[in-house]
């Protein structure tokens, strides 16, 4: 990797040509900017999530830290491209006052016409879609399993703030999931009656899940908690007999259905790297995700509403 | 029921949901063959590696070997453990090892097949594969009408209805080649149409599942540029090359007598050819497709003279890579005077508005200098070129190459001013690289190809009528040859026999070195 210090965005694009140049010009064929907005601890990780995601869809690669925000501004970057990476990848340390314009030194480093990607590993902004580096991208990706602080609630907020374009891993770790569920049904047409969803205490990945049942199956979906790992089991109750696939140590799961015999299916958690692939694969706005979201935040506010009163009542 | 039955947790805009096949099972005939171990038992694995197979999907081996379950379970660990594209993982090989089945037996023994009947309908029962078998015959043809029939004796291939009241399937699935001249393939389509209806027999021509193939369509009709200039105006001629640098191997007794033209340029050239020639297709499903493909096979036609424009090869020995190797005489197991063509090459017209003029030709043989698939649409010179013929000297003509394989991608070849003072103009080539990054994580063709068989999804495949239509093609060419002596030798390592640059030197064209 090249290191440039207290040096500017038309340096690294500079760079960026000369180092192609340097490895003989090669042929990049690369699709897409990925913004990755992350801290110091976590840059090593997430580039490397971004290397092994990259080998499906080459990108250049923006790793961005933002640093302290006091004091004079300073832009640091380490640039380089090969070296296992399809494609280029720069990460840049902003610190002092360049910090609330991250956007200015990412915008042009994009590559031209091609989508842009913004990633955030761990905390995200309560409003991605108007983050000034957010609003670059067609796509923001953020991961309420992965946030430092309030857990509990980032998934909700995050419904709450939707916009087209924004998805989150929770619901990329689903796919399996969801697609062993419709499979279950295109095998058997029975006419669902109720639900449960069983996972550990905070699981943002089953309150998704419960709400796309709860949303296409039009039926009640119960919440229950297991010591996990993730999500353990899922329950579709029918007249003739209940549809389940419990998955008990996060890889094999058992599938039952009505006159049938037990059936192991591998389901295995999926990793990051796996999880970005998918992600970007297709850069539309994801509708189905779009109506769970909403869906998860109107349950919310049916169970705030049925909470309050009671709330009332202990306290006279 | 009244209104059909949609399951509510699938949507069409759902589409990070994949498609997995139903409950089914699949039959392997021909369990030790190459292409069972490294490409179907892999793919599988794959498959079921990637959530795309059934929870209960079921493998049946059935061969002449005297197997237990365990030892058939084997073959397919070790075949997996060596030749799987993603990583072996436990609980994988756990869901498919329970649906591990053999049964040993003769391709015409009856009671094998009771076995293999009692076998599949106890699958149905422990395993809810739902009466859905899939059969693939990873056999030598001549063997095909024996287990064909009596799978029909013990009423393999007429599915009854489940009790769900979903329709059973039951599918055949087989390689090439699909006979060796036109009368013998429609003896071998009767034999399976006989059996099976049309729309249940899976022809794989593994071409056809790769992804740079399924580009040309997506390139060609998917975007304004080239579609335009796809066609005789600005194509001088279509050049289809398969080289391979390897001889034959351990393959004698398969290849000789069959040949290079009988075994890969009457399918995968073919299909190339038909793909890269044919008309837009009115939506990409299988029966538009066929359609097409059928159309711009039946209007290609042959040089009338075959001396001139075709020629055919064998390869001498020689230095390929480095390796000193033997002709294709000394190969063990030929036979001295054998006259199989190794390399074979021909032109051929295609009669409709779009290419009439513009010639395509192929060629395809074994030890060649590389190993390279491609299809290179080599376009006119310009009209009228301001530049003279000194500044243009190093111009050659612009060309699009869709290369195949390896190294997966397409080039597009043109003059570029050479910095300096003075003008001059070389040519120059601008690489798309579907190989170098995409393909890492794209499937291997035999995954399409077997999900598409338990998916029943039939694009993909040839049926019939394209078989017989290119063997309609080539059977004059083959004999013509069949009566005018032996091939042309070539040095191995080299790019074919004089003949076939002579063939394409009386046109006033060269072949690409590609």
């Keep these: 990797m090249i290191e440039l210090?207290?040096?500017?965005?038309?340096?690294?694009?500079?760079?960026?040509?000369?180092?192609?140049?340097?490895?003989?010009?090669?042929?990049?064929?690369?699709?897409?900017?990925?913004?990755?907005?992350?801290?110091?601890?976590?840059?090593?990780?997430?580039?490397?999530?971004?290397?092994?995601?990259?080998?499906?869809?080459?990108?250049?690669?923006?790793?961005?830290?933002?640093?302290?925000?006091?004091?004079?501004?300073?832009?640091?970057?380490?640039?380089?491209?090969?070296?296992?990476?399809?494609?280029?990848?720069?990460?840049?340390?902003?610190?002092?006052?360049?910090?609330?314009?991250?956007?200015?030194?990412v915008m042009p480093l994009l590559l031209p016409d091609s989508p842009v990607v913004v990633w955030w590993p761990n905390d995200h902004p309560?409003?991605?879609?108007?983050?000034?580096?957010?609003?670059?991208?067609?796509?923001?990706?953020?991961?309420?399993?992965?946030?430092?602080?309030?857990?509990?609630?980032?998934?909700?907020?995050?419904?709450?703030?939707?916009?087209?374009?924004?998805?989150?891993?929770?619901?990329?770790?689903?796919?399996?999931?969801?697609?062993?569920?419709?499979?279950?049904?295109?095998?058997?047409?029975?006419k669902v009656?109720?639900?449960?969803?069983?996972?550990?205490?905070?699981?943002?990945?089953?309150?998704?899940?419960?709400?796309?049942?709860?949303?296409?199956?039009?039926?009640?979906?119960?919440?229950?908690?297991?010591?996990?790992?993730?999500?353990?089991?899922?329950?579709?109750?029918?007249?003739?007999?209940?549809?389940?696939?419990?998955?008990?140590?996060?890889?094999?799961?058992?599938?039952?259905?009505?006159?049938?015999?037990?059936?192991?299916?591998?389901?295995?958690?999926?990793d990051v790297p796996d999880l970005l692939a998918e992600e970007l694969r297709r850069l539309d706005e994801d509708d189905v995700y779009a109506a769970t979201a909403k869906k998860l935040v109107a349950q919310y506010g049916r169970t705030q509403q049925r909470r309050t009163p009671s709330r009332k009542a202990t306290a006279s | 029921m009244s209104a059909p039955w949609t399951n509510p947790l699938r949507q069409e805009q759902d589409r990070r949901l994949p498609r997995i096949a139903g409950p089914c099972s699949m039959v392997l005939f021909g369990v030790t063959g190459d292409l069972s171990r490294k490409k179907v038992m892999p793919a599988i694995y794959d498959l079921a590696n990637r959530g795309f197979l059934p929870p209960g999907f079921s493998l049946v081996g059935f061969a002449r070997r005297?197997?237990?379950?365990?030892?058939?379970?084997?073959?397919?660990?070790?075949?997996?453990?060596?030749?799987?594209?993603?990583?072996?993982?436990?609980e994988v090989w756990k869901q498919l090892a329970e649906g591990f089945r053999f049964v040993p037996?003769?391709?015409?023994?009856?009671?094998?097949?009771?076995?293999?009947?009692?076998?599949?309908?106890?699958?149905?029962?422990a395993r809810g594969t739902g009466g859905n078998h899939a059969f693939y015959l990873s056999i030598p043809p001549k063997f095909f009408g024996s287990v064909v029939e009596s799978l029909q004796q013990v009423g393999l291939t007429a599915p009854e209805k489940q009790a769900s009241g979903l329709p059973a399937w039951r599918r055949v699935v087989v390689e090439k080649p699909f006979g060796h001249d036109l009368a013998s393939a429609r003896e071998l389509n009767a034999v399976l149409d006989g059996v099976f209806d049309p729309e249940s027999v899976f022809r794989i021509d593994h071409y056809l599942g790769k992804e740079t193939v399924q580009n040309i369509l997506a390139m060609r009709f998917a975007n304004n540029l080239f579609e335009p200039i796809w066609n005789a105006h600005y194509v001088d001629h279509v050049q289809i090359t398969m080289a391979e640098d390897i001889g034959i191997g351990s393959r004698a007794g398969y290849y000789d007598g069959i040949g290079a033209t009988r075994d890969v340029i009457q399918n995968h050239l073919m299909q190339l050819l038909a793909l890269t020639a044919m008309e837009e297709p009115v939506a990409f499903d299988a029966a538009s497709l066929r359609v097409e493909k059928q159309k711009v096979l039946s209007s290609l036609k042959l040089p009338t003279r075959l001396d001139l424009h075709t020629s055919r090869g064998q390869y001498a020995p020689g230095w390929a890579g480095g390796e000193k190797v033997v002709g294709y005489l000394d190969e063990a197991d030929i036979p001295r005077t054998s006259a199989t063509d190794t390399f074979g090459a021909?032109?051929?017209?295609?009669?409709?508005?779009?290419?009439?003029?513009?010639?395509?030709?192929?060629?395809?043989?074994?030890?060649?200098?590389?190993r390279v698939t491609e299809v290179a649409v080599v376009f006119k010179k310009p009209p009228h070129q301001p530049?003279?013929?000194?500044?243009?000297?190093?111009?050659?003509?612009?060309?699009?190459?869709?290369?195949?394989?390896?190294?997966?991608?397409?080039?597009?070849?043109?003059?570029?001013?050479?910095?300096?003072t003075g003008m001059e103009i070389r040519d120059v080539?601008?690489?798309?690289?579907?190989?170098?990054?995409?393909?890492?994580?794209?499937?291997?063709?035999?995954?399409?190809?077997?999900?598409?068989?338990?998916?029943?999804?039939p694009p993909l495949f040839p049926q019939h009528e394209e078989v017989e239509l290119s063997w309609k093609l080539l059977d004059p060419v083959l004999d013509y040859w069949a009566g005018h002596g032996k091939p042309d030798p070539y040095e191995s390592g080299s790019w074919g026999p004089q003949s076939a640059h002579d063939m394409m030197a009386r046109d006033g064209r060269v072949w690409r070195r590609p």
């Design chain 1, 5 to 105: 210090s207290e040096t500017t965005s038309s340096a690294i694009a500079a760079e960026f040509v000369a180092e192609r140049a340097r490895h003989g010009s090669p042929a990049m064929g690369m699709v897409m900017t990925m913004v990755i907005l992350v801290d110091e601890d976590s840059a090593h990780q997430a580039l490397d999530d971004a290397r092994r995601a990259s080998h499906e869809h080459p990108a250049r690669v923006l790793g961005v830290i933002i640093g302290d925000g006091r004091g004079k501004g300073r832009v640091d970057a380490q640039i380089g491209i090969g070296d296992a990476w399809g494609g280029e990848v720069a990460l840049i340390r902003l610190s002092g006052e360049v910090t609330k314009h991250a956007d200015s030194v």
């Design chain 1, 126 to 190: 309560v409003d991605p879609a108007s983050d000034p580096v957010g609003l670059l991208a067609q796509r923001r990706i953020t991961d309420a399993a992965s946030v430092r602080t309030g857990k509990a609630n980032a998934l909700r907020r995050l419904c709450a703030a939707y916009a087209p374009g924004t998805t989150d891993l929770a619901w990329t770790r689903l796919t399996p999931w969801r697609a062993l569920l419709a499979a279950a049904l295109d095998q058997q047409p029975l």
């Design chain 1, 193 to 270: 009656r109720g639900a449960v969803v069983t996972a550990e205490k905070v699981s943002p990945s089953a309150d998704l899940l419960a709400a796309w049942l709860a949303d296409r199956l039009k039926v009640k979906v119960t919440r229950e908690t297991s010591p996990g790992p993730g999500i353990t089991s899922v329950v579709l109750q029918s007249k003739e007999g209940p549809v389940e696939i419990e998955r008990l140590d996060g890889r094999l799961a058992t599938f039952r259905s009505p006159d049938n015999p037990d059936r192991p299916v591998a389901l295995k958690r999926r």
């Design chain 2, 66 to 90: 005297d197997w237990a379950d365990q030892d058939f379970a084997q073959i397919v660990h070790d075949a997996v453990r060596e030749h799987s594209r993603t990583e072996f993982r436990e």
């Design chain 2, 105 to 125: 037996g003769e391709f015409g023994d009856e009671q094998a097949f009771k076995t293999l009947r009692r076998t599949l309908d106890e699958l149905d029962e």
């Design chain 2, 346 to 370: 021909i032109k051929l017209e295609v009669e409709n508005r779009r290419w009439a003029g513009a010639p395509f030709y192929l060629r395809a043989g074994k030890r060649l200098g590389r």
């Design chain 2, 387 to 420: 530049f003279d013929a000194v500044q243009t000297e190093d111009l050659t003509n612009n060309a699009l190459v869709i290369r195949v394989q390896p190294d997966e991608g397409v080039t597009i070849r043109f003059g570029s001013k050479v910095p300096g």
């Design chain 2, 429 to 457: 080539n601008m690489d798309f690289a579907y190989g170098g990054t995409f393909t890492e994580a794209s499937p291997e063709a035999y995954e399409k190809l077997i999900l598409d068989v338990l998916l029943g999804d």
